[in-house]
């Protein structure tokens, strides 16, 4: 007998199954204000170097965008945040067609496994690069809008990955990373 009563009727009613409870989930880190902006500083300029470099290959014919939205969508581990940069263009020409060129054209993209089509809506993800950054276009031909979108690895943030996801999407210049 136990000192808990659930499990004592649990342990009766199923003698057969071993019953094992697992110890509670570690305490949540902690990580200074001050080394979350460096990381997270880092991570953006990561992804806003990756979103740069892929823009000329991706979008062939298209206008550089002034800006891109930087938000913060949570990582996959617990006290996680991966950085995320949208570019839009319009593209008259129409998206989808655009994207069919695109996947024919560049023998580095496995659209097998890759692009998924949703009516007027097709994304196509790419691979994650050394970087860890990985790319999607999203091509639309209701609005006529192709987006190229960078995300980038998982910024370790502690206790603090819920303020910075929180955080609103704000709008970043469009310019070519430091070399």
Same mark, same amino acid.
Not at 43 to 49: G, I, L
């Given at each position: 007998m136990s000192m808990d009563p659930f499990f004592d009727e649990l342990r009766h009613r199923l003698p057969d199954v071993d019953i094992v409870a697992l110890p509670p989930d570690a305490a949540p880190r902690t990580v200074d204000p001050a080394d979350a902006t460096v990381r997270t500083d880092a991570? $953006? *300029?990561? $992804? &806003?170097?990756a979103l740069v470099a892929a823009w000329p290959r991706l979008c062939v014919g298209l206008p550089r965008p002034r800006t891109a939205e930087l938000s913060w969508q949570a990582?996959? *581990?617990a006290g996680t945040v991966v950085a995320r940069l949208r %570019? $839009? %263009?319009h593209d008259p020409s129409g998206p989808l %067609? &655009?994207?069919?060129?695109l996947t024919s054209s560049s023998p580095g993209l496995d659209t097998a496994t890759a692009l998924r089509q949703?009516?007027?809506t097709a994304v196509l993800r790419q691979p994650v690069g050394p970087d860890g950054v990985r790319v999607v276009i999203i091509a639309q031909d209701v609005g %006529?809008?192709?987006t190229v979108q960078a995300d980038g690895p998982p910024v370790d943030l502690g206790t603090l990955a819920d303020t910075w996801r929180r955080t609103p999407p704000r709008e970043l210049p469009w310019e070519d990373p430091p070399r």
């Open positions: 991570s $953006v *300029a990561d $992804v &806003r170097a990582g996959m *581990a %570019a $839009v %263009a %067609a &655009r994207l069919a060129t949703h009516g007027d %006529a809008t192709w």
